[in-house]
């Protein structure tokens, strides 16, 4: 009899493992790495830019001074920048004047540089270039 009862308590046991064992083992519903971000599936994308209103400053300051637009790249470097891509090396990047800098609106980890005749924002953590102003005179 004890024997009987020993095999029937593993039975039962191994029954309540093997069947609680997936729903014991995974997060409640919304609760998992994969619900993190809202509905299973769906992404999103943050896209940070030189605003309109920087700009038409950026283009006026250096209209009213175009002695500090300094020589445009090289064709051969100027082609090599683009968005999602790191500064090509060795690359002369100089800040903006701070009475224009003054005026933009630029956020906390990232820069603002005058590469030639364009200015670049990049995302100081990475140096990956965010975005391009071509054509700054």
Known sequence: ???ARAALLLLT???VTLAGGPALGEPPPG???????????????????????DRE????????????????????????LAQGKPLPPGIAKQVLPDDLRRLLEVGEGYELYQLGHDVV???T???????ILRDIL
Do not use: C, Q
């Open 31 to 53: 609760k998992g790495p994969k619900d993190r971000g809202g509905e299973a599936g769906l992404s999103a994308e943050i896209r940070v830019t030189i605003g309109e209103r």
């Open 57 to 80: 400053r950026i283009r006026d300051y250096f209209r009213r001074n175009p002695g500090l637009a300094g020589k445009p790249l090289p064709p051969g470097i100027r082609n090599r």
């Open 121 to 123: 924002l990049i995302a």
């Open 1 to 3: 009899m004890a024997r």
């Open 13 to 15: 046991l191994a029954s």
């Open 125 to 131: 953590a990475t140096g990956i270039i965010l975005d």
